[in-house]
C-alpha cells in the first residue's frame, strides 16, 4: 500500500471516530445537565454557593457579596439602619428651621423632598432609608397645650415618611441655638435668651404627643430625649436640668413612657443614663453629636479615649467612662453619630480632616454605631473616606473580623475598598447567610427539621423587634410563610471573640392541601410593625451572592430566596 494510500485510510479513521465521538460527547453533556436539574438546589444555586447530600438531607453553604458582584459597589437597601439625612424643622408650620426667608415649607410633599436630598448625595431614590427630624416647639406655648394643628402637622410629616418608605429619628426641642453660659451657673447669670422650661412643661407636651408617637410608632427608628437645652443636646438650658439628679430622672422617664414600649430612647450623655440608673436602661441608647476621634478642642464632647479630669488625691488623670461604657452596651442598644459641620468661622466646626481611615472604622464599629449622619461634614471628611482605602489587612490589624467575600475579587484575591463604602454598607446589621439544613424531599402533614446559619458583620444589632420566618413559594408566587421562634436583635455582631454565627432551627410540617412540585424557598425577615409587615421596603436583605431578592406578584413580600425544594 503506498503512502498516499495509508494516508487515506487513517484519515477515513479519524472521520469515522469524530461521527462516532461527537455524538457520544453531547449526549455526556446532555447527561450531566440533565444531572444538575434533578437537584432543584443546584439548579438554582448559583456556582457560588456549595451544595452537598446525605441520607438526611442537603446543606448548603453561602458567600457574601464581593465588590464585583451585583450591587458590590451599591448599598443594600434595608431599613433602620445606615447614613442618614437631617431635617429640622417649626412644628407650628412645618417650614425650615432655620430658614429666615420663609417661602419654603416641608408641608407639600416632603416624601419628595426625601428623595431630593438622597440624589443630593448621590444616592438612588430608594436607597437612603433613614432620616434624622428635628420638631421645634414655641416655647411662647411652655404654659400652654400644643395647638391641634401643630400635631397634625407631627402626623402629617410622619405620614409622608411612611410613604417614602423611610423610618424616622425624632428630636423635640424648644431651643434653636447654645447661648453662652455654663450648664450648672445659677439662673440669674444665664442668658435670657434661653427658654425657661420646666419638667412640668415637657411632661404636658409629652402627654400631648405620646398619642402620636404610639400611632405612628411604626415609622419611628428611634426617639431621641431632646426638649433640654441648645438644639434639644441637654447643654446650656435656663435651669441647668442636666446638672440635676432629680430632673434627669423626671424628664427621661416622661419621655419612655411617651414613646412606646418597642422603641428607643437616645440621650445625649452616657453619663445621663447613669444618673438615670433605674429606669430602663435596656431601652436607653445614644446619639453622639460631636464625633471627632478624639481631636479638636472640644473632644470631651466625644464619646472619647481622651483623659478628662484629674483626683486631687491622687493628682493623676481618669479615664473617661463614657467610652467604656457605649462600648459595652452601644451594639444592643442603638447609637446615632454625627460630626461637627465644616463651616468656617465656629470654633465648634471641624474644618480638618481626621486622620487614618482605619480608625473610623474601629470607632464606629467598638461603640456599635447603627446610624450616622451624611449632611455634616460632607464636603471635608465624608467626601475624604470616598478616597481613602481600607484593607482586610487594616481590619485584621485592629482584631476586627473580615467580612467573608467582602474584599474578594472574582478570582478570590483580595483588593480594597473604599472606607466611605465601608462605612456605608455596615453601619447597624449586615446580615450573611452562611449554610443551611433542608430535607431532600417534603412531604405533606409530615414534619421537617430546618435550619440555618446567619452571620451578622455589621456593627450592631437590629435595634427594633421583627420575626424571622422561613417560606415557600410556589410557581404562581403564592407565599406560606411559617415563623420561627427566633428574634433578630438576638443576632449580635460577629467580634474577634465570636464568630460562629447565629443558628436558627425550626419544624416545619406543611399542610395537606399544598400541592406537590416544586417550591422556592428563602427567609423572610418583614417589620415588626403590623402596619409595615407587607411592605417589602421595610424587609430586610441578605448580602449573599446567589440569594435573590424576590417581590411577589402582589407586592407584600421581600423573600431572600436561597434555594428549591421538591414537595411529593
Known amino acids: 500500500m503506498s503512502l498516499r494510500q495509508q494516508g487515506m485510510q487513517k484519515k477515513h479513521w479519524f472521520a469515522q471516530k469524530w461521527v462516532v465521538g461527537i455524538p457520544l460527547l453531547l449526549a455526556i453533556l446532555c447527561f450531566f445537565w440533565y444531572w444538575q436539574l434533578r437537584d432543584p438546589a443546584k439548579s438554582f444555586l448559583s456556582n457560588h454557593t456549595t451544595v452537598s447530600q446525605d441520607e438526611g438531607g442537603r446543606l448548603l453553604a453561602f458567600q457574601g457579596i464581593g465588590p464585583e458582584d451585583s450591587l458590590g459597589r451599591e448599598v443594600i437597601p434595608n431599613p433602620e439602619r445606615g447614613l442618614r439625612l437631617e431635617f429640622a424643622m417649626d412644628l407650628q408650620d412645618l417650614s425650615p428651621a432655620f430658614n429666615d426667608d420663609g417661602k419654603i415649607s416641608y408641608k407639600q410633599n416632603f416624601r419628595e423632598t426625601l428623595r431630593q436630598h438622597a440624589q443630593t448625595y448621590g444616592y438612588k431614590k430608594d436607597q437612603l432609608q433613614l432620616a434624622q427630624l428635628f420638631f421645634y416647639l414655641d416655647s411662647a406655648l411652655l404654659d400652654k397645650p400644643i395647638p391641634d394643628g401643630q400635631l397634625q402637622n407631627l402626623a402629617h410629616i410622619l405620614d409622608e415618611v411612611e410613604a417614602a418608605n423611610y423610618k424616622a429619628i425624632i428630636r423635640y426641642a424648644y431651643q434653636k441655638q447654645a447661648t453662652p453660659t455654663s450648664d450648672c451657673s445659677p439662673r440669674n447669670s444665664i442668658s435670657a435668651m434661653a427658654p425657661k422650661v420646666q419638667v412640668r412643661h415637657i411632661e404636658q407636651h409629652l402627654a400631648q404627643l405620646a398619642p402620636i408617637l404610639k400611632a405612628k410608632y411604626a415609622v419611628i427608628q428611634a426617639v431621641q430625649a431632646g426638649f433640654v437645652g441648645g438644639w434639644g443636646e441637654w447643654h446650656n438650658d435656663f435651669y441647668g436640668h442636666p446638672c440635676s439628679v432629680d430632673s434627669v430622672k423626671m424628664i427621661l422617664q416622661a419621655v419612655l413612657d411617651a414613646v412606646p414600649p418597642q422603641r428607643k430612647v437616645m440621650v445625649r450623655e452616657p453619663s445621663l443614663k447613669r444618673v438615670g440608673a433605674l429606669l430602663d436602661n435596656q431601652r436607653l441608647g445614644y446619639h453622639n453629636d460631636y464625633f471627632v476621634l478624639d481631636n479638636g478642642k472640644h473632644k470631651s464632647s466625644d464619646y472619647s479615649k481622651a483623659r478628662r479630669g484629674f483626683t486631687r488625691k491622687s493628682n493623676r488623670y481618669f479615664e473617661r467612662k463614657d467610652f467604656k461604657q457605649v462600648q459595652q452596651e452601644g451594639y444592643l442598644v442603638g447609637v446615632d453619630g454625627e460630626m461637627p459641620y465644616d463651616g468656617t468661622g465656629d470654633e465648634w466646626n471641624l474644618v480638618q480632616v481626621l486622620p487614618e481611615s482605619y480608625q473610623f472604622a474601629t470607632r464606629l464599629r467598638e ?202
Not at 438 to 452: D, E, G, I, Y
Not at 475 to 497: I, M, Y
Not at 534 to 555: F, H, Q, S
Open 367 to 568: 461603640h456599635g454605631y447603627t446610624s450616622f449622619s451624611i449632611v455634616h461634614n460632607y464636603n471635608t471628611n465624608i467626601n475624604a473616606w470616598k478616597n481613602k482605602t481600607i484593607t482586610a489587612a487594616d481590619l485584621r490589624m485592629t482584631k476586627a473580623p473580615v467580612t467573608e467575600g467582602y474584599f474578594l475579587d472574582a478570582s478570590g484575591k483580595e483588593v480594597p475598598r473604599s472606607l466611605y463604602e465601608y462605612i456605608r454598607d455596615h453601619l447597624g446589621y449586615r446580615m450573611q447567610l452562611e449554610k443551611a439544613s433542608l430535607p431532600a424531599m417534603w412531604r405533606t402533614s409530615t414534619a421537617h427539621q430546618v435550619s440555618f446559619t446567619i452571620k451578622n458583620f455589621g456593627f450592631a444589632t437590629p435595634i427594633n423587634p421583627r420575626g424571622v420566618y422561613v417560606v415557600l413559594i410556589d410557581a404562581a408566587g403564592k407565599v406560606q410563610g411559617f415563623k420561627t421562634r427566633a428574634e433578630l436583635r438576638d443576632w449580635h455582631p460577629v467580634t474577634s471573640k465570636r464568630k460562629a454565627g447565629h443558628t436558627v432551627s425550626t419544624e416545619i410540617t406543611l399542610p395537606k392541601d399544598i400541592a406537590p412540585g416544586a417550591y422556592k424557598i428563602g427567609l423572610w425577615l418583614p417589620d415588626g410593625a403590623e402596619s409595615l409587615k407587607y411592605n417589602p421596603a421595610y424587609a430586610i436583605r441578605l448580602a449573599n451572592k446567589g440569594v435573590e431578592w424576590w417581590t411577589d406578584p402582589t407586592g407584600k413580600y421581600l423573600v431572600n430566596v436561597f434555594s428549591e425544594v421538591q414537595v411529593q
